[in-house]
Structures are given as structure tokens and as C-alpha cells.
């Protein structure tokens, strides 16, 4: 199989001779290409549309962008003149990475002769990177559902931040960068594993260090993997500060491509590869993506020892999340207060996801209709259902109410949800704080341990008798029985109007029947 190369001649832009960045490399690398025969001809790709850039930018940076309006400081930050040939070439390179994203869909391989642009993120560009086609691609493979789970191998000498900050908090996505540790950024982002190279380091090392990070890799169940291979690690590399020969690129290439799967950019199914008993090198440890830990950074630097256990926790997200829809159905089902509440221990490290991700689930519907809109206005779940509310209220009134009667609407399809405040309709997924058990707790044993619904009504009274609970025009929204602290009998659910919505049957707190 030949593999299959995009380029396009518009990957040479016209920035001056002078310029620091030699932008002639992608017209000679194509003309090598042609004339050593190692290809016969090239994918030509159409310029990114707009939709499609969306997925990973801002619209009012491709709007800057397209129209020359883009501040100097932003110019500045990318390095190049926001002139016509720039660009086009932007535009055209990041079509190019969506071009051999759909190759490899069919071929298992395609390359793209530019790109990489791992720099630029959600509202800017930097370095010399204007868009960041791997994070566009990625993304388009995500939304069509050509891809479930992407890795994006980085071995460009430099961090690609941009690629850690766009992906920050998509689970879909694993971010992998070997770089220089004194190189650019000098602010590095986090990724969801970073490995930091001293200067000067040399091919046995590196490749060491990069063969023990590929066995860990292998391990996961990547659909696509995206290689940037950068070549500034090359010893010649003016600013690259690291001394990788010509035999130690193409050895590093031939490890990474050594078998065939149906993967994106030069990268293969990675080979097993045995750990040595003792390891020469210093393993990098993962900081969390936020709120890191300063005592994290004394591990950095200390080399595994021979027959030393490396050893931590984790938590798969789907399962988190199928336990948490799992405990919502029950609420529903049993007709209970849905309430979340957790040890302020690691509130710092852990709960933010793990709280995060009840938010998601419970406002699912909400959260899958109007994706695309919170990750424009920079709702972050982690934050709670109040930064919905905060975010949606600088858009205009139809779209705000859109958005709000969509969470009404959940409201009206999941269990109660328990309040911490309930005469301002504040729940407990509103605010992280509200769900650390010693900020919540005030709350949680208001009258002897039981919790109020969004009426400020106690949803048990004294374990038995009968329990009336309204809608906020005063009409009855429910109405039934408690034995010993849970449902039990007939209960008989109305809407605003006062007319029945259903009446359900209970038998020690679990429903057993429920007619319409």
C-alpha cells in the first residue's frame, strides 16, 4: 500500500527571506518527495471551512483571522504577518490534517506535510501556529463518530500547550508531549502526560525514555493516534537545545511505525517493549491538570530504582458516570431526594472532576443539546449548574430561555434534587462548595437529618403520616403516605393545572406500579 501524503502548495507562504521560521522547508520537503519517487503524488486538500474550525476555535478569532482585524498583540504572539499567503496557508494546512484524518479512516496511515500547529488554542494563535489542525481533526473525528478515543503523540521539542489546553477536560481525548523542559512555551500547560528532557539529552536516552512511555501507551485502546513529529530535536536545530543525530529520528520513526494499524499520521500499533530492571532515566510524574500540588514537584527528578513498584489510583470516567446515572434512576424510581456529597480531602485534586461529572450526567440532555454553545461561552461543569446560569446570561434572551427551560425540563424528568438554598432555587449541584460534607452539612441535617426539595418543604415528616407538597402557584404537586421514612401506599403526582399527572404505588420506599 502507498502511503497516502497531502500537501498542497499553499503550505509555502510568502513571509519574507529574513523571517526566523524557514517556511522553505515544506516546498523542498515536497520536491524531495517527488523526485526520490517516495511519492508518486500528492492528496491536494481544500481550504477548512468554517464550520469545521469551529469544533476547535473561538468564531471571533477565525472572524480576526479571516478579516486582518486581529489585535498586534495577537499577531505578535503567533510570529508571522497576518498577510493573504499566511492565511491561505492556515487554512489549507488544517483542511490538509482534516484530509489525512479521513485517508487513514480507509489506508490505516496518511501524512500530512504540514501542521502540527500545536500552539494555537481555543482564542489564539501563538509560535508560529495560527490553527491548530490535530485539535480541529480530532475533534471532527469525535463529533461525526469516527473515533472514540484519540491519542495525540507529540514529539515536537517544544510543549504543545495548545493541544493540553483545548483537550484540558475532554476525556476523549489523551494529550502526550515530550519536550525540552527549557524550551517555549516558558509557561508550559499541562497535559495528560507531560515528559520533560533536560537539555543536551542524546539518543540512547531519549529513546529509552520514549520506548517506556510507548509500553505504557500500548496498553490503552487509542481509535486514532495523531503523531507530530517534529525533527527540532535534531542536534542542528538552532533553538532546539537537544542532540538527537539523523540515526536517532529515524530510529525513534521506525519504533513508532513499526507495525501497520489503522492509525493517524505515521503511527502504528505500538510494540510491547520490557521495561529494564533499572531504568536510567528520571520518570516524569503527571501533575494534575488543575490546582496542582506543589509536593508533587520533589518526585520529578528521582530515577526508578531496580525492583521498585511505581504505584497510584485512578478512576475510569464511564464508570463513574454510569454508576451516578445508575443512582439517579433509583432516586427516580424510589421516589427520593437525589443529593451528592463528598470528603473535602482531595477537593482540590479529584472532587472537581468526580463532582463535574454528576453535573453532566444529571443535566445530561442539557449538556449533549447545547455542547457546542457552553464550550464557546467556557462553561466548565467542574464549576457547577450555577456557571450555566452565569455563562447564559450574557447571551440574548431567546437563547438564554432556550437553555433554560431545557433544564426545566430536566428538572421535571429526573428526582428531586436535594436544595441548599431553597428559596433561591440553589440545589446542591449548583456550587462544588455546596457538596464538600463540611459546607453541606448545615443543610443535609436540617430537621434531624432529612433534606428539602426545591418548595423548602421537608420531603419526609416525622417517618409517618401523610406528606402534601406543592408547586410554587400553590397547587398540589404530589401527595401520599410515609411508613418508617419511605414511600408507601398510593401517591398521586399532579401537574400546575391540578390535573393528574400519574398515580404510583409504593411498597417499602421502592415503586411497583405507575399508571399514566
Known amino acids: 500500500m502507498e502511503l497516502p501524503v497531502v500537501n498542497h502548495k499553499d503550505y509555502f507562504a510568502k513571509i519574507g527571506d529574513d523571517h526566523k521560521f524557514p517556511i522553505n522547508k515544506f516546498g523542498d ?104 489542525d490535530v485539535a480541529v481533526a480530532s475533534k471532527y473525528l469525535l463529533e461525526k463518530g469516527l473515533a472514540g478515543k484519540i491519542l495525540i503523540f507529540d514529539l515536537d521539542v517544544h510543549q504543545g500547550n495548545g493541544n493540553s489546553d483545548i483537550f484540558r477536560d475532554n476525556r476523549n481525548v489523551f494529550t502526550f508531549s515530550m519536550h525540552s523542559k527549557s524550551n517555549y512555551p516558558a509557561k508550559k500547560s499541562i497535559s495528560d502526560c507531560d515528559v520533560e528532557l533536560k537539555d543536551n539529552t542524546e539518543d540512547k536516552e531519549y529513546l529509552n525514555i520514549l520506548k517506556f512511555h510507548l509500553n505504557k501507551l500500548n496498553k490503552e485502546n487509542f481509535d486514532y493516534v495523531f503523531y507530530i513529529a517534529g525533527v527540532d530535536i535534531h542536534f542542528n536545530d538552532r533553538l532546539g537545545k537537544l542532540k538527537i543525530t539523523d540515526d536517532g529520528i529515524k530510529e525513534r520513526d521506525e519504533i513508532i511505525t513499526q507495525k501497520d494499524s489503522a492509525l493517524i499520521f505515521e503511527s502504528g500499533e505500538m510494540e510491547q517493549i520490557v521495561q529494564p530492571t533499572a531504568t536510567p532515566f528520571n520518570i516524569p510524574v503527571k501533575e494534575p491538570k488543575r490546582n496542582a500540588s506543589p509536593m508533587l514537584e520533589n518526585t520529578i527528578n528521582r530515577p526508578i530504582q531496580e525492583g521498585e513498584i511505581i504505584d497510584c489510583a485512578t478512576m475510569n470516567m464511564s464508570d463513574l458516570k454510569s454508576f451516578l446515572e445508575s443512582q439517579i434512576q433509583d432516586s427516580n424510581d424510589k421516589g427520593i431526594l437525589f443529593s451528592l456529597h463528598m470528603k473535602a480531602t482531595m477537593m482540590k485534586v479529584s472532587d472537581p472532576i468526580i463532582f463535574g461529572a454528576a453535573v453532566e450526567v444529571f443535566f445530561k440532555d442539557v449538556f449533549d443539546k447545547h455542547g457546542q454553545l457552553f464550550e464557546e461561552i467556557g462553561v466548565d461543569s467542574k464549576n457547577g449548574l450555577g456557571d450555566v446560569y452565569a455563562k447564559v446570561n450574557s447571551l440574548s434572551d431567546s437563547v438564554r430561555k432556550q437553555v433554560v427551560d431545557d433544564i426545566e425540563k430536566v428538572y421535571n424528568s429526573r428526582p428531586e434534587l436535594a436544595m441548599v438554598n431553597s428559596e433561591k432555587g440553589i440545589t446542591n449541584l449548583h456550587v462544588p462548595s455546596d457538596v464538600i460534607i463540611d459546607a453541606s452539612m448545615p443543610a443535609m441535617i436540617r430537621s434531624s437529618g432529612k433534606m428539602w426539595n426545591k418548595n423548602g418543604e421537608l420531603l419526609v415528616e416525622d417517618g409517618n403520616g401523610k406528606m402534601i407538597y406543592y408547586w410554587e402557584n400553590g397547587q398540589i404537586r404530589g401527595e401520599g403516605n410515609f411508613k418508617d421514612d419511605k414511600r408507601d401506599g398510593k401517591w398521586t403526582y399532579y401537574n400546575e393545572d391540578g390535573s393528574i399527572a400519574r398515580v404510583e404505588g409504593y411498597k417499602d420506599g421502592v415503586r411497583v406500579n405507575k399508571d399514566k
Open 29 to 132: 520537503l515536497a520536491n524531495y518527495l517527488i523526485e526520490k519517487k517516495i511519492v508518486k503524488k500528492f492528496y491536494e486538500p481544500y481550504p477548512c471551512s468554517q464550520e469545521t474550525l469551529l469544533r476547535a476555535h473561538s468564531e471571533k478569532y477565525i472572524k480576526d483571522i479571516r478579516n486582518k482585524t486581529l489585535d498586534k498583540n495577537g499577531v505578535k504572539k503567533i510570529g508571522f504577518p497576518l498577510v493573504d499567503s499566511v492565511i491561505k496557508r492556515s487554512y489549507v494546512a488544517t483542511g490538509g490534517t482534516v484530509l489525512a484524518s479521513k485517508l487513514a479512516i480507509s489506508t490505516g496511515i496518511a501524512c500530512n506535510t504540514a501542521g502540527g500547529s500545536h500552539h494555537a488554542n481555543y482564542n489564539g494563535g501563538a509560535g508560529y501556529c495560527v490553527f491548530n
